[in-house]
């Protein structure tokens, strides 16, 4: 599918498309398109192909499909107003992804270690180190994914959300990372 044909077969409100035209009986205009499958993504066929709706939105827009991911910012696959969608890099996409179901502490990369006693922080397959105080550990992993640059995906990592919704670092600004206020060495 290209600009011209999404442009002319969908309307965009709100986060869905609607069909401007009738691809078939069983479809009036006016009607939303598509619907959302098993994973929680949503998806239109259109002349035997499906696209994934996200995607198609981004082209609406943008007038171009895009070479990396389209990321849902807030994680919520089925929100997919314009203001929801960014495109990133695979990588990115990935980070922007909630804490593992089995993660008990509510911070991606922050675990209790019952045999220490103590808060382990760690990023991809590195250990930050164990800490008493959860604050810290949250902290030193916040730490480090700045040193990590993960541009773009600052924002909604658990562990910023955690320190911002704590007080534990200032408001973003201009796409940096709030101060810290507890320094963690």
């Known amino acids: 599918m290209d600009y011209i044909t999404v442009r ?5 409100c709100n986060g869905n498309l609607y069909w401007k035209t009738r691809p078939a009986n069983c479809i009036h205009i006016g009607d939303k398109a598509g619907g959302f499958m098993a994973d929680g993504y949503g998806q239109i066929q259109y002349s035997g192909e499906h696209y994934l709706i996200h995607r198609l939105i981004w082209l609406w827009h943008h007038g171009y499909f895009p070479e990396n991911q389209i990321d849902h910012i807030d994680r919520n696959r089925k929100n997919n107003r314009i203001e929801n969608l960014r495109e990133v890099t695979c990588q990115c996409n990935s980070r922007n992804c909630g804490n593992p179901k089995d993660n ?5 990369g922050i675990s209790w270690n019952v045999r220490k ?3 382990k922080a760690k990023i991809l397959d590195n250990y930050l180190g164990y800490y008493i105080n959860f604050n810290d550990a949250v902290l030193a992993r916040l730490k480090a994914e700045q040193q990590l ?15 911002i919704e704590h007080g534990l670092i200032t408001k973003k600004e201009e ?3 709030g101060r810290i206020k507890n320094s963690i060495s």
């Open 104 to 108: 008990t502490s509510g911070v991606k």
């Open 8 to 12: 002319t077969t969908f309307d965009y």
């Open 175 to 177: 796409g940096q990372y």
């Open 117 to 119: 006693k103590k808060w």
């Open 149 to 163: 640059s993960w541009k773009n995906c600052d924002n909604s990592s658990p562990a910023y959300c955690y320190a």
